[in-house]
């Protein structure tokens, strides 16, 4: 008989699975795309417009508290094409999607952007990763 438990994680647990998925991401890339974001960060980008692709440092984040980390700071890089972001990838150094989020809607795995435009500059001045404490 298999029973199903509904978990939910001390602090300590979330710092924990955030630190390792986020290590993942050192020397990786933050890519901003237009378009229609996929149903899974499993799935190949499409034709959707890349505006920008921002070089992430190594580590990429701050350790976890509490199951938030911080991005560290990156440098400004220039927009490859017009347009609004609408998500954003992070991948890895290998090129291995991680996770997508979505651009603009102000949440704390969203990414704020505003438009883009070609050659204008594009940065990144706050994101925050939070893992789920479940429950």
Do not use: Y
Not at 44 to 70: K, M, T, V, Y
Not at 105 to 123: A, F, T
């Amino acid at each position: 008989m298999g029973v199903r438990m509904k978990r939910s994680f001390s602090s300590l647990a979330a710092d924990i699975k955030a630190d390792a998925l986020l290590a993942r991401l050192a020397g990786g890339r933050l890519l901003i795309l237009g378009g229609d974001r996929p149903t899974s960060a499993d799935i190949a980008i499409g034709g959707q417009p890349l505006l920008a692709a921002i070089r992430l440092n190594d580590p990429a984040f701050e350790p976890a508290r509490g199951g938030e980390s911080r991005l560290r700071p990156v440098e400004p890089v220039p927009g490859l094409q017009d347009g609004t972001p609408t998500w954003c990838r992070f991948e890895t150094a290998l090129g291995q999607a991680m996770f997508d989020g979505t651009a603009g809607s102000g949440s704390k795995n969203d990414l704020i952007v505003n438009p883009i435009q070609q050659d204008g500059e594009v940065w990144v001045e706050e994101f925050v990763f939070e893992e789920s404490r479940g429950g």
